[in-house]
């Protein structure tokens, strides 16, 4: 299997600007997780979805911030406008969900790192 | 919410030396995963172990659920240990999202 992958792996963009960072997830995951990197926060869940539906978005730290999975093999995470503090590393991971209500052992991409000047 | 704290947070070690690195969770959780972030930023899966010990090659990790602490174990370090290593805990019941550890340093020295 690929692993997640992920798309652009770096970008570089002005403030104000559109950014659209892109996830496949491993075929057969059912849960698909949006994370962000940063030194003063570490690693902090953004919003997830089980089966294609937003399930947790109480991570995404305002409306400029948007996500979407219109298929089970891709999703994408868009801020409009973006920010200087919105620079970060953006990592995708999923898994399979359990039935209890969590969820099996999950794998993140290789990260995109958003610069925003 | 569930609170992850993670010990030491910086270590240097000489190649060759073992260390123990610590993850204590506040609440009770399904499982737990262990990560190393490399220099290059990549988040690679060491292991997922909700109880009990497990072993690959020179890491092991071990995990009481009922203390509510980890333990991962690193023997005969190598300069391509170095990097970050964090700890990470579903909630009980949340779907599968990942509280994560601030994690800790280490750097091999040669």
């Known amino acids: 299997d690929a692993g997640v992958i992920q798309s652009p792996r770096h970008e570089v963009t002005e403030m104000g600007q559109e950014v659209t960072l892109r996830c496949k997830p491993i075929s057969g995951h059912n849960s698909l997780f949006w994370y962000r990197q940063t030194m003063m926060r570490g690693l902090e869940l953004l919003i997830y979805f089980n089966n294609n539906v937003p399930i947790d978005d109480s991570g995404m730290p305002e409306d400029r911030f948007s996500a979407k999975m219109p298929n089970a093999s891709f999703s994408t995470l868009k801020i409009q406008p973006s920010e200087p503090r919105d620079s970060a590393v953006y990592f995708c991971?999923?898994?399979?969900?359990?039935?209890?209500?969590?969820?099996?052992?999950?794998?993140f991409g290789p990260g995109t790192r958003l610069t925003v000047t | 919410g569930i609170q992850v704290e993670q010990s030491p947070p910086d270590l240097i070690l000489q190649e060759g030396a073992n260390s123990t690195l610590r993850c204590n969770f506040s609440d009770s959780v399904n499982n737990l995963q262990w990560f190393h972030q490399n220099p290059w930023g990549q988040l690679i899966n060491l292991f997922y172990?909700?109880?009990g010990t497990k072993q690959n090659g020179r890491l092991s990790a071990t995990t009481v659920a009922t203390e509510r602490y980890s333990l991962l174990y690193i023997s005969s370090s190598q300069t391509t240990d170095s990097g970050v290593y964090f700890c990470a805990v579903p909630p009980y019941n949340q779907g599968g999202k990942l509280i994560f550890g601030q994690g800790t340093e280490l750097s091999v020295k040669p």
């Open positions: 991971a999923s898994s399979l969900a359990l039935g209890t209500g969590g969820s099996y052992e999950q794998y």
């Open positions: 172990i909700p109880s």
